[in-house]
């Protein structure tokens, strides 16, 4: 039996609760509203067979081969040039550095700027990713209120007011995970004035920005950033496919030559097969089409359950309705536990996952988030449906609970 004493930050860290929950939904007959998998039947599983048998034989040993830490050289160019293309910013290769998907990004800037105690500042909710991936550096949590323009600027402004040791400014402002609301460019621009007065950095995580449904494109933050204080987060899990685990940190060239000592002393280089097939990918014709279908999937499937919310949902749920993303955020009456629904839900074949752990101080139990991208138009609207009775059977029983209460002397 180990005896060895755990290092004392392995108190902060906890399972995490999507992927605990995922676990539960392994079985067919359990409709899946939980975790933000894309569609697979959009995979590019022939395409890739023929890319990679092409690379195998032409670039064998290169692709079987060790590889530079910060990446593919074609691969950081072209991520450079979509960036550049898409979100009107001015980044070079050598800005990129290519990673095992952005989770490890995360985990790369929390070994970079984290000491025990620093402040980090987010949305309220933010990504339980970034949550768990800085917790076990042992920082204080300050959440921001938001509202469906993004932080709230004179309670941001409030709260660095109080801080002591502010490390960084993290958000999501595309279609953010869990909330799926966009930043409007206002608050965006007030963000970036607040953060270069203050010389503050900011994490911009944006790994769903290309899946837009309707409504114009917003600028990066990138593009308010005189100063060199943004540090982007990019992925190709949600336009292309997840299994590959290639995502990309977008910095100033000092700040990527410190993330690559970090990348180094962690898995020396994301496997170079895997680059390379990306970036065949993306010089091969189709790949704009490819994002098009990915797009027109998922905005039938969030419109199918935006439909069946309407429908099943009683008085007194809220839900937002994302201009693009994979995630919808559902408040429900106050005083409802979406555990205890969870549970009745789980009863009934459905899964959702409860939102108190996207806020990183709790609270907020009458909160969840619904994900579209995975299940069929007819398999969301039966789950909605499934969710509307367990949820009314939760309320009436409240209602009766209260009635009860009342007739006790």
Known sequence: MLTATYARRMEAVRASEIRELLKLTVNRDVISLAGGLPAPELFPSEDLAAITATILLNEGAAALQYSPTEGYPPLRAQIAARMNALWHTSYTAGEILVTTGS????????????????????????????????????????????????????????????????????????????????????????????????????????????????????????????????????????????????????????????????????????????QMQVSASLAAPGFAERIARIVALYRSRRDAMLRALEREMPPGVRFTRPEGGLFLWVELPAGIDARVLLARCMEAGVAFVPGEGFYPNGGHANTLRLNFSNMSEERIEEGIRRMGVALRGLLANRAAERVEEARVP
């Open 103 to 274: 989770q490890q990004g995360l985990d790369l800037i929390g070994k970079l700027f984290i000491d025990e105690e620093d402040e980090i500042l987010c949305e309220s909710p933010t990504y339980v990713g970034a949550i768990s991936a800085w917790n076990v550096f042992r920082p204080r949590w300050i959440e921001v209120p938001t509202d469906e323009d993004g932080m709230i600027p004179n309670e941001l402004e409030r709260r660095l007011d109080a801080c002591r040791r502010a490390k960084f400014l993290y958000v999501v402002p595309n279609f953010q995970n869990p909330s799926g609301r966009t930043w409007s460019h206002e608050r965006r621009r007030s963000l970036m004035e607040t953060a270069a007065r203050r010389g503050i950095a900011v994490i911009e995580d944006n790994p769903y920005g290309e899946v837009r449904f309707e409504g114009a494109d917003v600028p990066s933050l990138r593009t308010m950033d005189p100063e060199g204080l943004v540090i982007g987060l990019g992925t190709f899990s949600k336009i292309f496919c997840p299994g590959l685990r290639i995502g990309w940190i977008a910095a100033a060239a000092p700040v990527v030559a410190k993330l690559v000592l970090l990348k180094q002393g962690a898995d020396l280089h994301t496997p170079t097969l895997n």
